[in-house]
T-cell receptor
Framework: DTGVSQDPRHKITKRGQNVTFRCDPI?????LYWYRQTLGQGPEFLTY????????KSRLLSDRFSAERPKGSFSTLEIQRTEQGDSAMYLC??????????FGSGTRLTVV | KQEVTQIPAALSVPEGENLVLNCSFT??????LQWFRQDPGKGLTSLLL?????REQTSGRLNASLDKSSGRSTLYIAASQPGDSATYLC??????????FGSGTQLTVLP
């Protein structure tokens, strides 16, 4: 297992378009998290899954955002009708029962 | 609501110095605390994880301490090297295991 993988690494999109990001967690980790990070700030929590169940969503996650984790494996984060304020680094992380977090390399989104 | 503060926001030191990065948090009911390193434009690399029942953890030249009662953690870096230059992030996990991050300390080690 090579850790947490995120795809794509970079995405440039026009305002109003939809984008989808993918995260493949460490296979034995049952919890998966999405965070968003803007320049000069620490990451902020968006949502998390325990297996396939989405257990919590931040108020940062507007109705334009949706996340899924079918079958408790990989996860996708979709942003509909992107806005310039959505430009950020989107980070995925996974954790097991007693482990700390393992983060992926992130997807940098630029909305032009 | 948990709030995490890191001081200083930026630090520049000559190579070889020992240094301390500070992290404070407002709610002492934490599950664990984790220190991360982030290089520009990259993801987060875990450095040290301290469970709520522990007082410190060590890895190589790094030592992190945790004082839950006072809401503080410190990351000690011994004999700093230019390769240590990065942003260091402190994060605390609550009962739901979601992390609350500080804004980080940007460290520059000068050769």
């Amino acid at each position: 297992d090579t850790g947490v993988s995120q795809d794509p690494r970079h995405k440039i999109t026009k305002r109003g378009q939809n984008v989808t990001f993918r995260c493949d967690p460490i296979s034995e980790h049952n919890r998966l998290y999405w965070y968003r990070q803007t320049l000069g700030q620490g990451p902020e929590f968006l949502t998390y899954f325990q297996n396939e169940a989405q257990l919590e969503k931040s108020r940062l996650l507007s109705d334009r955002f949706s996340a899924e984790r079918p079958k408790g494996s990989f996860s996708t984060l979709e942003i509909q009708r992107t806005e310039q304020g959505d430009s950020a680094m989107y980070l995925c992380a996974s954790t097991g029962t007693e482990d700390g977090y393992t983060f992926g390399s992130g997807t940098r989104l630029t909305v032009v | 609501k948990q709030e995490v503060t890191q001081i200083p926001a930026a630090l520049s030191v000559p190579e070889g110095e020992n240094l301390v990065l500070n992290c404070s948090f407002t709610d002492s009911a934490i599950y664990n605390l984790q220190w991360f390193r982030q290089d520009p434009g990259k993801g987060l690399t875990s450095l040290l994880l301290i469970q709520s029942s522990q007082r410190e953890q060590t890895s190589g030249r790094l030592n992190a301490s945790l004082d839950k009662s006072s809401g503080r953690s410190t990351l000690y870096i011994a004999a700093s090297q230019p390769g240590d230059s990065a942003t260091y992030l402190c994060a605390v996990a609550g009962s739901a295991r979601q992390l609350t991050f500080g804004s980080g300390t940007q460290l520059t080690v000068l050769p």
